[in-house]
């Protein structure tokens, strides 16, 4: 390699070395500076959509906060139990056993659909001020149903 460079003249020597100078930066940016910048322009990005979902989280908690007073001010009329052999009824669904606890009511269902029983807790919570403690659900006798093995239901 030296016998090389030496065969060379003065000005291919220069030559030769200014572009080993260029690919060496060339190298450089390919290799280190592209790759670092794309990720910090990525991770700008990220933040920036981050502090958006920051802000919009800020914005809706006290909306969230004033929907959650209201609706836990709702008072329902009646025991936990004609509440929820009432509102039962309305969904179609058939409680097999309650069992007051104090405050608290638990309760038994056998085979219902889930959907419909997704419907009915959402309606006590939205309508009738109680709100599920607890529940332990197993798979029904048909695809989609399930058995309330136990649902702990209390005034909010």
């Known amino acids: ?9 003065g000005r ?10 260029v690919f060496m930066a060339f190298i450089f940016y390919s290799a280190l500076w592209q790759p ?3 990720r910090l322009i990525q991770a700008d990005n990220k933040l920036s959509r981050q502090q958006v979902l920051l802000t919009w989280v800020q914005e809706n908690t006290s909306l969230y906060q004033q929907a959650k007073q ?3 001010a709702k008072k329902f009329s009646g025991s936990l139990s004609s509440v929820a052999n009432r509102s039962a009824k309305t969904y179609k669904i058939t409680i097999t056993r309650m069992q007051p606890q104090g405050d608290d009511l638990q309760v038994w269902v056998d085979s219902t659909s889930f959907t419909q029983l997704l419907f009915w807790l959402e309606h006590l919570a939205n309508n009738e001020g109680l709100q599920v403690k607890a529940i332990d659900l197993t798979p029904g ?3 989609g149903e399930v058995r309330v093995r136990r649902l702990h239901l209390a005034r909010l």
């Open 141 to 143: 006798d048909k695809i």
């Open 1 to 9: 390699m030296k016998a090389w460079w030496q065969q060379l003249n």
């Open 70 to 72: 209201y609706s836990g």
């Open 36 to 38: 670092i910048n794309k």
């Open 12 to 21: 291919e020597q220069r030559l030769v070395a200014v572009m080993a100078v």
